[in-house]
């Protein structure tokens, strides 16, 4: 696929504020902060090194690399990148034109960068907020959500915003954090799911974590433990049981056998497809009336 310079329209801000990683210029951070006002936090690095440190210790969004801070020299490094965290947009930024850019510009395209934002004009700022906003490492909290929402048409706002809080970057661990995020106690969530006849609101933020963790463990260079630790987890080893407990295998054996999309697939199939009529009429907010379920 040939490296294409990148052209859309702003979008509304997100919520949830991802962390994008950069190599840039002094001069082109200050800008780069102002245009992510409300869509990124930009977390400025020195070299790809630094860059590759935070893919490995933290969730980041997106990567961003000045197109004058990547000599010939540095392809390998962004190839291995791009390789090893193929699920975290990489976005070339180019703010101004040298002898050598055409030159880096075709490195970065053989090293596997497909986004290049042009900034030398005004709307170029526009367009890097959207691409950075469209392209966060959270696409599988809009995707699970997509298919949630098609299998659920008409389903009551709490409903939604059940499923909404188990997918969202940095969700709740526990049911406790999960109740209060909702505004209730944590013993009545967990009554009106069995008045209700659903699995216990506990399966669903298992599971969901491990459609996060499937997703995550698509990138070969992010570890069992960067997983456990991105996800909140207390060790490796707690995670390593939580899979066994869920799903009978242990953490490499689940790298092998779900991505993302699987994991999710099977989050379905056990929680949300077999209680369609139920979860179409479920309010976990309100109170079910004598008589009525």
């Not at 977390?43 to 801070?69: K, M, N, Q, W, Y």
Request: proline share 8%.
């Amino acid at each position: 696929m040939p490296l294409s310079i990148l052209s859309s329209s702003s979008s509304p801000a997100p919520v949830e504020l991802a962390a994008v990683t950069t190599v840039l210029d002094p001069a082109e951070r200050a800008r780069v902060d102002a245009a992510g006002v409300g869509v990124y936090r930009a977390l400025h690095r020195e070299s790809l090194d630094d860059v590759l440190r935070d893919l490995r210790e933290r969730p980041i969004g997106a990567v961003l690399v000045s197109v004058c801070r990547c000599p010939e020299r540095d392809a390998r490094k962004i190839a291995t990148m791009v390789r090893e965290f193929p699920r975290v947009p990489a976005v070339a930024l180019l703010s101004q034109l040298e002898q050598q850019t055409p030159r880096t510009v075709l490195a970065l395209g053989r090293s596997g960068v497909r986004a290049i934002v042009d900034v030398r004009q005004p709307t170029g700022w526009r367009e890097l907020r959207t691409v950075l906003a469209e392209g966060r490492g959270d696409d599988i909290q809009r995707l699970a959500l997509a298919r949630i929402a098609a299998d659920l048409p008409g389903a009551p706002d709490d409903c939604q915003q059940f499923f909404e809080l188990l997918f969202q970057p940095r969700a709740a661990a526990t049911i406790r954090a999960l109740a209060k995020a909702l505004g209730i106690l944590p013993s009545t969530l967990m009554s009106r799911f069995f008045r209700a006849r659903l699995p216990a609101p506990k399966r669903y933020l298992a599971i969901a974590r491990l459609v996060r963790a499937a997703r995550l463990l698509e990138n070969p260079g992010l570890s069992v433990a960067g997983v456990s630790n991105h996800l909140d987890y207390s060790s490796p080893q707690s995670f390593g049981r939580h899979v066994r407990t869920m799903v009978g295998l242990t953490a490499v054996e689940f790298r092998e056998h779900y991505d993302g999309e699987g994991m999710l697939q099977r989050f379905r199939a056990e929680l949300v497809l077999p209680y369609v009529a139920v979860l179409r009429r479920f309010s976990p907010l309100t109170v079910t009336p004598p008589g009525r379920r």
